[in-house]
């Protein structure tokens, strides 16, 4: 069986007051590199290395290990299979607002005349293409996936 780098879905109604609790404590930072170099070093590492360092660095900040940073299509719809109705409504939810909130967010080209027959413009183009990364750690957020993986799909990203 192909590992993943998800952690386990919590229902909150069915955690003990114990695991609640550990579930809305957040972890401590580390100040003890700065956080600036740390960021640094990994886009060396991930521009270098590609999937390899994505996976290390996986193991490293997140104790998982995938075979793969690639979700395949099985996976994602055995995920999805195991969420009630009520979950699969709300995160149906939270994307609907979502996408509300980055479509208003398009750029638009701007024209304008500042004197007669002299235009200026601001013109828009999407990038070629983003990575994402979403820690899982201690206090994974779908959230976080939903939020910073729906931009992309707009036109705003080539790929």
């Known amino acids: 069986m192909m590992k993943t780098a998800f952690n386990t879905l919590n229902f909150w109604d069915k955690c003990t007051q114990q695991q609640q609790q550990q579930l809305l404590t957040r972890p401590a930072i580390s100040a003890s590199a700065p956080i600036t170099e740390q960021v640094a070093t990994i886009i060396s590492q991930v521009r270098n290395d590609g999937d390899k360092a994505l996976k290390a660095l996986s193991q490293k900040y997140d104790k998982a290990a995938p075979d793969s940073v690639l979700v395949t ?19 149906a ?34 990038i070629d293409a983003v990575g994402l990364y979403i820690p899982g750690g201690s206090a994974p957020l779908l959230s976080t996936v939903m939020m910073l993986g729906y ?9």
């Open 73 to 91: 299509k099985t996976q994602i719809d055995a995920a999805c299979a195991r969420l009630n109705n009520e979950i699969k409504q709300a995160i």
């Open 93 to 126: 939810q939270a994307m609907s607002n979502i996408r509300r909130f980055h479509e208003a967010q398009i750029p638009k080209t701007i024209e304008v005349e500042t004197q007669p027959g002299v235009f200026c413009q601001q013109v828009s183009r999407p």
């Open 151 to 159: 931009r992309p799909v707009l036109p705003v990203v080539a790929k």
